[in-house]
């Protein structure tokens, strides 16, 4: 079992930068695929990356040259660097686990953290 907990977000202009954490808890982090996703109002819950346990990452195409997904086994988290910001990139923050890196379902999910990004 994982618990989830992201950290990061908040208000951001145009063109700024934020960086979400998200920290598991849990023995068996090293071997989970993370990921964030995103939601908007109004839209479908969205993958924007994934990182594989080991190290293989995914990126939607509206994040790719701007978001870097990275992990820290030793501490027990995952990153998302969001650079270059723009407002269509609002939305609630999820990080998600997958207990294997072929699934394409997530078997554990944190509560959100909402990035906001004004014009």
């Known amino acids: 079992q994982a618990q989830l907990v992201e950290s990061g977000g908040g208000l951001m202009q145009a063109g700024g930068s934020l960086r979400l954490t998200c920290m598991a808890n849990?023995?068996?982090?090293?071997?989970?695929?993370m990921a964030w996703f995103r939601q908007a109002p109004g839209n479908q819950r969205e993958l924007v990356a994934s990182i594989t346990s080991v190290g293989s990452t995914y990126y939607v195409d509206s994040a790719k040259g701007r978001f870097t997904i990275s992990r820290d086994n030793a501490k027990n988290t995952v990153n998302l660097q969001m650079n270059s910001l723009k407002p269509e990139d609002t939305a609630l923050y999820y990080c998600?686990?997958?207990?294997?890196?072929?699934?394409?379902?997530?078997?554990?999910w944190g509560q959100g953290t909402q990035v906001t990004v004004s014009s």
């Open positions: 849990g023995p068996t982090f090293s071997r989970l695929m």
């Open positions: 998600a686990a997958a207990r294997s890196d072929v699934q394409t379902e997530y078997d554990y």
